[in-house]
Nanobody
Framework: QVQLEESGGGLVQAGGSLRLSCAAS????????RGWYRQAPGKQRDLVEQ???????DYVDSVKGRFTISRDDAKKTVYLQMNDMKPEDTAVYYC???????????WGQGTQVTVSS
């Protein structure tokens, strides 16, 4: 079983920055991909960005140039650096991991990000 623990959410003014962290623990095995999704009130959960084991990174158009994913494999942690934030970035952000070992997707509990105008 894999556990994902997010941190770093909060309230920020438009134009500001936040960095989210997601630490993985448990029987992680081999990781196919890691990434971040977000869900705004009344909307579905959508991809923000993801990074595959092969090094490919995919971002939703609305965050390109503002958000950056990075990872520290030794700490089994993935980060989402969010700059020049906008009110439309307000959502609950979920960490995601796809396991090669068992083919399952794992999710964190979510962290609230609120951007004030």
């Amino acid at each position: 079983q894999v556990q994902l623990e997010e941190s770093g959410g909060g309230l920020v003014q438009a134009g500001g920055s936040l960095r989210l962290s997601c630490a993985a623990s448990g029987s992680i095995g081999s990781i196919a991909a890691r990434g971040w999704y977000r869900q705004a009130p009344g909307k579905q959960r959508d991809l923000v960005e993801q990074s595959t084991a092969g090094g490919c990174t995919d971002y939703v158009d609305s965050v390109k140039g503002r958000f950056t994913i990075s990872r520290d494999d030794a700490k089994k942690t993935v980060y989402l650096q969010m700059n020049d934030m906008k009110p439309e970035d307000t959502a609950v952000y979920y960490c995601w991991l796809l396991s090669w070992t068992d083919g399952h997707s794992y999710w964190g509990q979510g962290t609230q990000v609120t951007v004030s105008s």
